[in-house]
């Protein structure tokens, strides 16, 4: 499974931006799909999950009510609609694939990575 993501960029505060990530390769069905974001200096933490079907979500507590995990299968993407972004929300995001399609907040449980996108919220 190979994956690309794609949709940072710079934004103002309460502003919003779409990530997205899309597969592609032999095997890029049947997998859930996460979100991770790394600050300068910190450590990879998660930001949401989804199920192959779209039934199973998860999220952080940082980002519960303001960013929403969902995918177009047909579309072989996932998205990430953030709201109300926070200067604290700046990070590289990257998403990856479990293929047992768990869709846990544990970053060893994912088995393919795409290359991260930046985004960055001025305050």
């Known amino acids: 499974v190979q994956l690309q993501a794609s949709g940072g960029g710079l934004v103002q505060a309460g502003g919003s931006l779409k990530l997205s990530c899309t597969s592609s390769?032999?095997?890029?069905?049947?997998?859930?799909t996460g979100w991770f974001r790394q600050a300068p200096g910190k450590e990879r933490e998660f930001v949401a999950a989804?199920?192959?079907?779209?039934?199973?979500?998860s999220q952080a507590d940082s980002v519960k009510g303001r960013f929403t995990i969902s995918r177009d299968n047909a579309k072989k993407t996932v998205y990430l609609q953030m709201n109300s972004l926070k200067p604290e929300d700046t990070a590289v995001y990257y998403c990856?694939?479990?293929?047992?399609?768990?869709?846990?907040?544990?970053?060893?449980?994912?088995?393919?990575w795409g290359q991260g996108t930046l985004v960055t919220v001025s305050s």
């Open positions: 990856a694939a479990d293929v047992l399609n768990r869709a846990t907040m544990d970053v060893r449980q994912y088995d393919y």
């Open positions: 390769g032999r095997t890029s069905s049947g997998y859930a």
């Open positions: 989804i199920s192959w079907s779209g039934t199973r979500t």
